[in-house]
């Protein structure tokens, strides 16, 4: 029998990855959204005349729309990626991170709680609440630590990271308390198709094709654990199918990497894909001021999902750093459309003050 899944945020870069996997394996799919500067519509334009996809314009912590699309579809899980995620634009305003990270979390916990309460009990056994948040709730690792995993004591240094942390502690006392069952899942940096150009690899893409500087945080050797979108929601597929209620699962692509390596790499695929007699796009590296509280590395052990679910990766960095360097260059008129107002003037307040450096 196919699943019927309720998925907030499913208009964004994982969550809509997500939506479309699932609507191809045969689930009926409600997605919510409230199409914030980074949910995007368009990413699921391929849905559009769907007979199992239903698509709703409304926020998490709207209560009462919730509990409607709760009852009036009754899905067997929810997947909740709904989220501000960007590290830089909790620094410079953490209270939206706040109402929708924690806030909005527990109200959709509420409302969640009160419908899986009224499930027959095979219903209410089947029922699951995947909440997805990120490795950065662990905080930093030195070079020589052992990557984290599901027993890493959380340690947040940004006002983002601290959001998901109090939302993932709400989740869990959602299980621990009420019995909801709850799974949290935390990931390591993802990229790949439809992701906002804030972000690092859509926008050194972006900017080295169109020769634009390349800015690049302090010395660029801050290292990240690097996965592709689809393998993740891969993953979280095999949780709402297997996973255990009150269980962590924590999922990383293995390929740890200095950012200034990604960068270097983006150039050399760019170069390949849009030559340019000019010359190499390495030389529009720029680095610029270190943001505040940069976490230095994030690595995350995957052995509990691979030994429990029989989930690995699908993709290594070098094969998914090509597809997605491919689809950008491939879908213009997408790229156009999210680069709005809004998007420059952010680009402006995060990079212009910050100013370049050596190259």
């Excluded at 948040?133 to 990557?147: A, F, H, I, K, R």
């Excluded at 760019?270 to 680095?287: I, N, Q, T, Y």
Aim: a negative charge; proline letters at 5%.
């Amino acid at each position: 029998m196919s699943a019927v899944l309720f998925v907030t945020g499913g208009a964004g870069f994982i969550g809509s990855s997500f939506v479309l996997q699932e609507v191809a394996r045969g689930s009926r799919v409600i997605t919510l959204d409230a199409l914030t500067y980074a949910g995007n519509l368009a990413n699921l334009s391929a849905l559009r005349d769907s007979e199992n996809h239903v698509f709703v314009h409304g926020k998490i912590g709207d209560g009462a729309l919730v509990a409607s699309l709760l009852a009036t579809h009754r899905p067997d899980a929810i997947v909740h990626f709904a989220a501000e995620s960007h590290v830089d634009r909790s620094i410079h305003s953490a209270a939206s991170f706040v109402e929708t990270n924690v806030v909005g979390s527990f109200r959709l916990l509420e409302a969640a709680r009160a419908y899986w309460s009224t499930l027959d009990a095979e219903a209410a056994a089947r029922f699951r609440f995947v909440h997805v948040s990120t490795d950065e709730v662990y905080g930093s690792l030195e070079p020589d630590d052992p990557p984290f995993c599901e027993t890493t004591a959380y340690a947040p240094n940004s006002p983002y990271a601290a959001s998901k942390a109090a939302s993932d502690h709400f989740a869990r006392a959602a299980f621990h308390t009420h019995g909801l069952p709850v799974i949290i899942t935390h990931c390591s940096n993802n990229y790949g198709p439809r992701q906002f150009p804030e972000k690092l690899i859509p926008l050194m893409i972006l900017n080295a094709v169109e020769r634009k500087p390349l800015p690049v945080y302090g010395d660029g050797r801050n290292v990240r654990d690097w996965i592709y979108v689809g393998d993740h929601c891969e993953a979280l597929g095999a949780i709402v199918r297997d996973g255990r209620p009150g269980e962590v699962y924590d999922v990383g692509g293995g390929a740890e990497m200095a950012n200034i390596e990604v960068v270097h790499r983006i150039c050399d695929l760019v170069d390949e894909f849009v030559p340019d007699a000019r010359g190499p796009r390495r030389a529009l590296v720029s680095f610029v001021a270190d943001r505040p509280g940069h976490d230095r590395r994030y690595a995350i052990d995957s052995a509990k999902i691979r030994r429990e679910l029989g989930w690995t990766p699908r993709e290594t960095f070098d094969s998914g750093l090509r597809r997605t360097v491919r689809w950008y260059l491939e879908h213009p008129t997408w790229v156009a459309e999210v680069r709005s107002g809004d998007y420059r003037r952010w680009i402006e307040l995060n990079y212009g003050a910050r100013g370049g450096g050596r190259t």
